[in-house]
């Protein structure tokens, strides 16, 4: 099934679909692929606020913006897996049985899951900026993810991995 599918369908039924990527079996290809496309997307829902920026003062490029934007979100890379460990670890601590893997699954499914809101908190900082909307577009995108991530890292830690 296609990603764009699977996230539609984790909105209504985030554990089946998370399941279903579990049963694919264990593919370090494919738990890194879905970090890639979340952090494309990520670098994607930044060029509105950097070309707003740049409207701004002509002095800001934008290419130099989307450059620094880019070399961030490389960096996270070695976050992000040292944050699904850790989540491992906690589970583990309340009794999860699942495993390192389901726990890099959980993290990056959940961080493609947001991006369609991710690409709105883009917009609003591009066509709005900073203010009440913009909070409320992160707001929204950080709760969205931390439903998807809790659910999914449930379903990871009772053994299903």
Request: aromatic share 12%; charged share 10%; net charge positive.
């Amino acid at each position: 099934m296609a990603v764009t599918s699977d996230i539609m369908e984790s909105w209504r039924r985030p554990r089946a679909v998370f399941r279903r990527h579990l049963a694919r079996g264990r593919s370090e290809a494919f738990a890194f692929s879905l970090l890639c496309v979340f952090l494309l997307i990520a670098l994607i829902s930044r060029y509105p606020a950097a070309a707003r920026v740049s409207a701004l003062d002509p002095k800001v490029p934008v290419p130099p913006q989307i450059l620094g934007t880019a070399l961030g979100l490389l960096a996270a890379i070695p976050l992000l897996y040292t944050l699904a460990a850790l989540s491992h670890l906690v589970a583990r601590t309340f009794g999860g049985r699942g495993g390192w893997y389901g726990a890099r699954m959980a993290l990056f499914w959940a961080l493609v899951t947001v991006t369609p809101f991710l690409l709105l908190s883009g917009i609003v900082a591009g066509l709005i900026g900073p203010g009440p909307q913009l909070w409320c577009a992160g707001g929204l995108t950080f709760a969205a993810f931390l439903f998807q991530w809790l659910t999914t890292l449930m379903v990871a830690e009772t053994g299903m991995s």
